[in-house]
């Protein structure tokens, strides 16, 4: 059996989650603020990247991809640390360069690993969960020929939304379609975000306060949930703990014994989401 290993991107927020597992390594994407460039979660954690938005409302962080460079040196070490294959997932290709990044150092990597990528579609800890159910199967010992298809189904067997407290940076940032039909509002409302099946962040309901959008997503998400035999419930959030627990005891005084993860929102997709985001997904498992 091949020896498989998980390459995932820290948009993933997988180093939030204490995981050990030694198939999976993490590489890192980069926050740019004024000068100083820091690397996702070993310079910058999220505590700290918030607490800084929050003492400077001026500030417009922005993020940089991994190079090639930096992936090629990654798969020549798990090259000779005896791994023969490698599954690499990452942040939707609508929301970053990096799938493409990846595919380009795909071509140019001249070792024996079999290379498999992974568009996930998906951001923040919803990401995550497509690497850690890679790293699942690969403990169960499935092969690449029954992992990869179950990925690429999982990936959109899923709903994802997002209450954003405050729009300033997803539109600085540019990633928010649609985003000229907010301005005149922006600061006025705290929407709801969805990524939809293609991987992009579109705007769903615009609500007026941040109680009635975390109540609407949650109506949303039960809804959905009375049609599913098995599911897993994501959670992250922007420093905005008091509503992700608002959150989450919605949910939990329906289904008291639900699966779910959660994790805060790394800050390289907080230099888009700001303080104050909380987002739930789930995913199909039936």
């Known amino acids: 059996m091949n020896k498989i290993a998980v390459i995932a991107t820290s948009t993933g927020c997988l180093d939030y989650l204490n995981i050990k597992n030694e198939n999976l390594r993490i590489i890192r994407m980069k926050i740019i603020m004024n000068e100083d460039i820091y690397s996702d979660y070993i310079e910058m954690t999220a505590e700290k990247f918030y607490s800084m938005l929050d003492n400077d409302h001026s500030l417009v962080p922005t993020s940089s991809m991994p190079s090639i460079g930096e992936f090629l040196v990654m798969l020549e070490s798990l090259e000779n640390e005896g791994y023969e294959e490698v599954i690499v997932t990452t942040i939707s290709s609508e929301l970053s360069g990096t799938y493409k990044v990846f595919l380009m150092g795909k071509k140019q990597y001249s070792g024996k690993l079999k290379i498999h990528i992974?568009?996930?579609?998906?951001?923040?800890?919803?990401?995550?969960?497509?690497?850690?159910?890679?790293?699942?199967?690969?403990?169960?010992?499935?092969?690449?020929?029954?992992?990869?298809?179950?990925?690429?189904?999982?990936?959109?067997?899923?709903?994802?939304?997002?209450?954003?407290?405050?729009?300033?940076?997803?539109?600085?940032?540019?990633?928010?379609?649609?985003?000229?039909?907010?301005?005149?509002?922006?600061?006025?409302?705290?929407?709801?975000?969805?990524?939809?099946?293609?991987?992009?962040?579109?705007?769903?309901?615009?609500?007026?306060?941040?109680?009635?959008?975390?109540?609407?997503?949650?109506?949303?998400?039960?809804?959905?949930?009375?049609?599913?035999?098995?599911?897993?419930?994501?959670?992250?959030?922007?420093?905005?703990?008091?509503?992700?627990?608002?959150?989450?005891?919605?949910?939990?005084?329906?289904?008291?014994?639900?699966?779910?993860?959660?994790?805060?929102?790394?800050?390289?997709?907080?230099?888009?989401?700001?303080v104050g985001t909380v987002g739930i997904a789930y995913f199909d498992l039936s």
Request: contains cysteine.
């Open 118 to 274: 992974i568009d996930s579609l998906n951001a923040a800890i919803s990401e995550g969960f497509i690497s850690l159910e890679a790293l699942r199967l690969i403990d169960e010992g499935k092969a690449t020929k029954e992992i990869i298809p179950y990925l690429e189904k999982l990936k959109t067997n899923r709903k994802q939304y997002f209450m954003v407290d405050n729009l300033r940076l997803f539109v600085a940032n540019g990633r928010l379609s649609g985003a000229s039909g907010f301005m005149g509002s922006m600061f006025k409302i705290k929407p709801i975000l969805i990524i939809n099946d293609q991987g992009e962040i579109v705007s769903f309901e615009k609500v007026r306060t941040q109680k009635k959008s975390l109540t609407r997503m949650v109506d949303l998400v039960l809804e959905d949930l009375k049609n599913l035999k098995d599911f897993i419930i994501t959670y992250d959030t922007s420093n905005n703990v008091e509503g992700l627990e608002f959150v989450k005891n919605k949910i939990k005084k329906v289904y008291p014994n639900y699966k779910y993860i959660e994790a805060p929102i790394t800050p390289v997709i907080g230099c888009h989401t700001g």
